[in-house]
């Protein structure tokens, strides 16, 4: 993720191809999908290879005319990741880029000094990791543990800063963008106290960026282990959710059996009634925090505009707050009551 911040140094003419001949220091983009996902992303995506480097300059012009300070890198390798999210139509790849900034303005509690090593004690203490194997769509599977959150160590927002790095580093690959994630979340040990920390306000923040503000596609969420108070966490949850997306939501309770259905025991660790070992985060977090000044290059390219603001944004403030404080006020006693 490389290359320019703003539109000045992009050809006034809309839609012509020659506009990378004026940008010598843009990286050229060179597919690494191999011929079996090139036709997947043909027939999934409506991606044509014939017609990719076309799309994107429709994408980056658009970006330009409609919101020329946004502050965003307009590489082709970064704007095909908000096609291919959106299926190569234009206009609602266009809207994903502009929630992908609204959302990283609106909550500097998160976006503020993000770099791996700033949520060192979120990886070690196994909060969140990825497993070192594909499923068999090609897949990764995220794998979130909040019972190793102990929340007067740090805040919850440390925990979906971690979340959030993971994805960005995810989806730097070109199979991820085509095949999507899978996220397992083990709810084991999770108490009402804990769980009060994810109020609607946090709720809808998180539901906003994986739904609405981030180029990643989520095919599956599998939830083990989870405890009675995870009807009132879900009451909570679901009125954020598209059909589609909770739809894609899975309950498996304490039943490994039907956690394989989903996720095949040959990727699973020990802990999940697996074959691969115990689970290990050490690589995952080893790769993550070398990526650090990659990051750090990649976030210099998101540049916060000093006069002025995209509109149509996704987070709307006001109404937002005022509707997760109305949400908030029943949600201990729905709880408590779950509980």
């Known amino acids: 993720m490389s290359g320019d911040s703003d539109c000045t140094r992009t050809s006034p003419s809309a839609g012509s191809l020659s506009d990378n001949e004026l940008l010598p220091d843009r990286p050229k983009y060179v597919c690494s999908l191999s011929p079996d996902l090139i036709t997947k992303a043909r027939e999934e995506l409506q991606e044509k290879p014939e017609w990719r480097l076309r799309d994107v300059q429709a994408l980056r012009d658009m970006v330009c005319k409609d919101y020329p300070?946004?502050?965003?890198?307009?590489?082709?390798?970064?704007?095909?990741?908000?096609?291919?999210?959106?299926?190569?139509?234009?206009?609602?790849?266009?809207?994903?880029?502009?929630?992908?900034?609204?959302?990283?303005?609106?909550?500097?509690?998160?976006?503020?000094?993000?770099?791996?090593?700033?949520?060192?004690?979120?990886?070690?203490?196994?909060?969140?990791?990825v497993l070192p194997r594909l499923d068999p769509e090609g897949r990764h599977v995220v794998c979130i543990r909040p019972d190793r959150w102990t929340p007067s160590n740090y805040p919850i927002t440390e925990n979906i800063r971690a979340i959030y790095l993971t994805l960005e580093k995810l989806i730097q690959s070109e199979e991820t963008q085509v095949n999507g994630i899978v996220i397992l979340a083990d709810y084991k040990g999770v108490s009402l106290?804990?769980?009060?920390?994810?109020?609607?306000?946090?709720?809808?923040?998180?539901i906003g960026i994986l739904q609405d503000g981030f180029p990643i596609r989520i095919k599956a969420v599998n939830i083990i282990n989870e405890p009675r108070i995870f009807k009132g966490i879900f009451a909570i949850i679901k009125p954020f959710l598209k059909e589609k997306i909770a739809n894609r939501f899975f309950l498996h309770g304490c039943d490994l059996n039907s956690l394989h259905q989903n996720i095949p025991p040959v990727i699973l660790p020990e802990e999940y009634g697996g074959t691969s070992g115990k689970l290990d985060?050490?690589?995952?977090?080893?790769?993550?925090?070398?990526?650090?000044?990659?990051?750090?290059?990649?976030?210099s390219q998101l540049v916060l505009p000093c006069d002025s603001s995209p509109h149509d944004m996704l987070v709307s403030g006001d109404a937002d707050e005022k509707q997760c404080d109305d949400s908030l006020r029943g949600m201990k006693p729905q709880l408590y009551y779950c509980y």
């Open 69 to 129: 300070s946004l502050g965003t890198c307009l590489d082709d390798a970064f704007l095909l990741r908000f096609l291919r999210a959106r299926k190569f139509d234009y206009d609602r790849a266009l809207q994903l880029l502009v929630n992908y900034h609204t959302c990283r303005r609106s909550w500097p509690e998160v976006f503020n000094n993000l770099k791996p090593s700033a949520i060192k004690p979120v990886l070690e203490s196994g909060f969140v990791t």
């Open 281 to 299: 985060i050490s690589a995952w977090n080893q790769l993550l925090l070398a990526s650090e000044e990659d990051f750090l290059h990649d976030f």
């Open 193 to 206: 106290s804990k769980a009060s920390h994810f109020g609607p306000f946090v709720a809808k923040k998180v």
